[in-house]
Nanobody
Framework: QVQVVESGGGLVQAGGSLRLSCAASGSIFSINFMGWYRQAPGKQRELVASITTVGITDYADSVKGRFTISRDNGKNTVYLQMNSLKPEDTAVYYC??????????WGQGTQVTVSS
């Protein structure tokens, strides 16, 4: 039994900041990838940022220079620091963990709303 829970979403003004957290519990072994995805109404879910257990990071072009992903491997926890937020960042943000053998574990999502 595995549980993945996101937190830290909310309503902010354009230019503001939020820090999202994702904590996993249960029998999760050999995690090699942690990522943040987002999905806006009527749009496809997209990968925003990712990090491997050895610290390799990747970002979508739309968030480079504004978002930073980090992790705590021992706690199976991943964070997303979101700065200089824009209205187009408004979406439900989802955390995903992936095991070395290809199994994905998803959270339920946390709402981020950026007002102008």
């Amino acid at each position: 039994q595995v549980q993945v829970v996101e937190s830290g979403g909310g309503l902010v003004q354009a230019g503001g900041s939020l820090r999202l957290s994702c904590a996993a519990s249960g029998s999760i072994f050999s995690i090699n990838f942690m990522g943040w995805y987002r999905q806006a109404p009527g749009k496809q879910r997209e990968l925003v940022a990712s990090i491997t257990t050895v610290g390799i990071t990747d970002y979508a072009d739309s968030v480079k220079g504004r978002f930073t992903i980090s992790r705590d491997n021992g706690k199976n926890t991943v964070y997303l620091q979101m700065n200089s937020l824009k209205p187009e960042d408004t979406a439900v943000y989802y955390c995903k963990l992936r095991s070395a053998y290809g199994r994905n574990y998803w959270g339920q999502g946390t709402q981020v709303t950026v007002s102008s």
